[in-house]
């Protein structure tokens, strides 16, 4: 299995954007396909974005589509999700997490996962 690791949380008020990052361990990144998740309290787990092993295919949530961009640097073995106009919705823990293979539209049970990154949203 491939180890994760999320960074680039932090507070931002509502309009600002943050770029988050997904460190992956090993060799074998670029098998997987990639996605981001949040929790935000009371509230179930929501894809949020998706992203094919060589970055070709993405696909969002009608919830963040338009505001924010998933991609990858299989070089650096790193994923991204670059978030615009934040909203206080927003407000979650976000998790990066990788699943072997070709991407399954809409799935949500990935393999791997990371230990999350709190993305707070003043308004």
């Known amino acids: 299995q491939v180890q994760l690791v999320e960074s680039g949380g932090g507070l931002v008020q509502a309009g600002g954007s943050l770029r988050l990052s997904c460190a992956a361990s090993?060799?074998?990144?670029?098998?997987?396909?990639m996605g981001w998740f949040r929790q935000a309290p009371g509230k179930e787990r929501e894809l949020l974005a998706a992203?094919?092993?060589?970055?070709?295919?993405?696909n969002y949530a009608d919830s963040v589509k338009g505001r924010f961009t998933i991609s990858r640097d299989n070089a650096k073995n790193t994923m991204y999700l670059h978030m615009n106009s934040l909203k206080p919705e927003d407000t979650a823990v976000y998790y990066c997490a990788a699943d072997l293979g070709p991407l399954r539209v809409g799935a949500t049970d990935f393999g791997s996962w990371g230990q999350g990154t709190q993305v707070t949203v003043s308004s």
């Open positions: 090993g060799r074998t990144f670029s098998r997987y396909a």
């Open positions: 992203i094919t092993w060589s970055g070709a295919v993405t």
